[in-house]
Every structure is written in C-alpha cells, then in structure tokens.
C-alpha cells in the first residue's frame, strides 16, 4: 500500500466508565485534554495524514458528540449511530455494523483516547509510514505501536514483540511476563474479515492473535511520547506532558 485510505473509522461509542466523574454528562470523546476535545486530537491527526472521511460510531450521549462533530469542516464526517444497541458493539462489532458506510477497501481504525507527541517529525508522519507499510496481499493489519518506555496512562505488561521482518508477536502467545511495545489505538487493516464475523459485538484481539500466528500482522513503531487518556488520572498525566 502506497498511500493512506481515504476513510477511516474513529471509535467513539464506549461508555467511558473508567473516566467518571468526567462522563457522567459528557461522552468520553467530548473530555478535553490541552484545550481540545480527544476525539478533535485523532481527528486532527487523521486529516493532517490525509483522511478525507471519518466514519464516527457513537452511543452515550450521542446527541452532544454529534452536535460537536457537526461544527467540523473537515474532514467529513458520517454517523454510525449504535444507540439501538443496548451497548457498545465493540471494536469489531462497530466495524462491522458500519459496514456500508467503510467499503469493502483497507481502513484506518482509531480510538478516541490516544494522544502523542512525535519526535522531529511532522504530525503525521507515523500514521503515513503506518500505511505505507501495509501491504493488503500478505498482511491483515499493520498497528501503531509505542515504546513502553516512552508510554504513559497505561498500566499493563505491553502488548508485542516486533520481530527483524516487522511481524508482530503478542506478548501472551510468546509467554513472557512483559513486552517493549504498546498498541496505541490505531490501525490499518483489510475490513473484510471483520465483516465475516459471525457475532454482533466483538473485539478484534482474537482476530489480531490468529493473524500473528499466520504472519499476517505487523507493526510500526512510533519514535515519541504515547499518551492513553484512559481515567483521570491519566488525563492529568497527559495534561502535565502536553504541557512541558
């Protein structure tokens, strides 16, 4: 792949209940962060790495996002409305309940609580690498990733080892205790398999372990500063390094 798609799908459907109080009358992608909203950092990101179309699902407090998401110019923005779920569809499900609205061609996917800072680069270089690296005919997906060194909001062990051909090896399938990198939130991916799916509301972390175990997921590391603005305390965190 040569370019970035032109159509990404942003994750804005989760309940936020990690982040109470601050989502008690507010959808998590409306918390702001260094003056902006979250959802308008991915956003920002995803137009400056050249998205033309941003495919936003959303459930608590649907009205306020959109209502916000409606003052956007750029880049357009389509709707996927879950609210006739009883909850969020999950990763893969909201993938596929959008199904229409993403085509059947390769997608960015990204969450709404990732903020970063790049080293030396313009805003976007990591996500256009991200996408120049995928190759469709032997990859399912290619993920952003994060030192762990370099990470902060998050708590856990790390997610991956990268190996010398840029495939991905979760940490649990390789038994170790812990990992150097950390999935950041966004991806690119061939949808078509997220499609096939038989359940309503998934995730996509065992369709990424599948994918490993074939070869057929890789990584791209980015050189910088990860923030996963996931609780208030995380928010602070992200705050103070937006700052400095």
Not at 41 to 55: S, T, W
Not at 81 to 102: F, M, S
Not at 189 to 204: I, K, M, Q, S
Request: glycine share 10%.
């Amino acid at each position: 792949m040569t370019g970035v798609p032109e159509t990404a799908m942003v994750l804005a459907a989760g309940l936020g209940t990690r982040m109470q109080p601050l989502t008690l009358d507010r959808p998590k992608a409306l918390i702001e962060v260094g003056g902006r909203p979250l959802i308008d950092h991915i956003l920002d990101r995803l137009l400056q790495a050249g998205v033309k179309r941003a495919v936003v699902n959303v459930h608590a407090f649907a009205d306020a996002l959109i209502d916000h998401l409606a003052r956007r110019a750029s880049p357009l923005i389509v709707i996927a409305d879950e609210r006739d779920h009883n909850a969020p569809l999950e990763t893969g499900g909201g993938i596929k309940a959008a199904r229409d609205r993403l085509g059947e061609t390769p997608i960015l996917v990204a969450n709404i609580d990732s903020v970063w800072i790049e080293d030396g680069e313009p805003p976007a270089g990591a996500i256009q690498r991200l996408c120049q690296g995928f190759d469709p005919e032997s990859q399912a997906a290619r993920l952003l990733l994060a030192r762990m060194e370099r990470s902060s909001g998050f708590s856990g062990p790390g997610d991956f080892f990268l190996d010398e051909h840029d495939r991905l090896v979760p940490r649990r399938a390789s038994g170790a205790p812990t990992a150097p990198l950390n999935y950041m939130g966004v991806h690119v991916l061939d949808p078509r398999p997220v499609y096939n799916c038989r359940e309503t509301a998934f995730g996509l972390f065992p369709l990424w372990a599948q994918w490993a175990a074939s070869g057929r997921l890789s990584g791209e590391v980015m050189e910088g500063d990860w923030m996963h603005v996931g609780d208030p305390e995380a928010l602070a965190a992200a705050e103070a390094r937006l700052v400095r």
